[in-house]
């Protein structure tokens, strides 16, 4: 019943390669969004989409892609990772009322880039 | 632009100490204030919210309000535990078209026994 899932929750990858994370949401909500969480820095945005096919790029959005085909999943993409990428990423989504609601946060996934 | 300040940590306290984390916000118009709280290993959590002046969020033994002219959002809890320990951040949501949360860099609470 958690609303928002992420996978896979831990992946450890090497330089250079692709990595695909997923988050899937049961609630329908039109946004979702791609944080970043690191010591120091504190979350920030990598991408987001207001609607199917409907994506726009955070404030560190170098390195990564998304897309959103359906309502409930929106994945993100790192093309070629480099360890600077290792982090926790967070997935979130929200209805259109973000001033009453607020986000709902996934669980993260943990990504160590070797 | 629109940005948080919120207290910078960590914050050690010994349980049944006062918490106070301090959050200041700069945006346009009148925005909608959050507390988030993460614990650890988890993602955040809504711990409380205000959506105009003078509104105060409660839950959990915490309280905020909503002080437009001081654009402040303090967090408070009388009587802090151990199991309060966490990562706590201010947000908020001021409107337009960007569709996006605005947060702070997060205040580490430990409380020791």
């Known amino acids: 019943d958690a609303g928002i899932t992420q996978s896979p929750r831990h992946k450890v990858t090497e330089t250079g390669t692709p990595v695909t994370l997923r988050c899937h949401q049961t609630?329908?909500?039109?946004?979702m969004y791609w944080y970043r969480q690191d010591p120091g820095h504190g979350l920030r945005l990598i991408h987001y989409?207001?609607?199917?096919?409907?994506?726009d790029k955070g404030e560190v959005s170098d390195g990564y892609s998304v897309s959103r085909s359906k309502t409930e999943d929106f994945l993100l993409t790192l093309e070629s990772a480099t360890s600077s990428q290792t982090s926790v990423y967070f997935c979130?989504?929200?209805?259109?009322?973000?001033?009453?609601?607020?986000?709902?946060f996934g669980s993260g996934t943990r990504l160590t880039v070797v | 632009g629109d940005s948080v300040t919120q207290m910078e940590g960590p914050v050690t306290l010994s349980e049944e100490a006062f918490l106070t984390i301090n959050c200041t916000y700069t945006?346009?118009?009148?925005?909608?204030l959050f507390w988030y709280v993460q614990y650890p290993g988890e993602g955040l959590q809504l711990l409380l919210k205000?959506?105009?002046?003078?509104d105060k969020g409660s839950n959990k033994g915490f309280e905020a309000t909503y002080r437009k002219e001081t654009t402040s959002f303090h967090l408070e809890k009388g009587s802090v535990q151990v199991s309060d320990s966490a990562v706590y951040f201010c947000?908020?949501?001021?409107?337009?078209?960007?569709?996006?949360?605005?947060f702070g860099k997060g205040t580490l609470l430990t409380v020791n026994p």
């Open positions: 979130a989504i929200s209805d259109i009322r973000q001033d009453v609601n607020g986000y709902t």
């Open positions: 609630e329908n909500h039109r946004y």
């Open positions: 989409s207001y609607g199917v096919k409907d994506t």
């Open positions: 945006a346009t118009g009148y925005p909608s």
């Open positions: 205000a959506t105009k002046a003078d």
């Open positions: 947000a908020f949501y001021s409107g337009g078209s960007n569709y996006k949360l605005t």
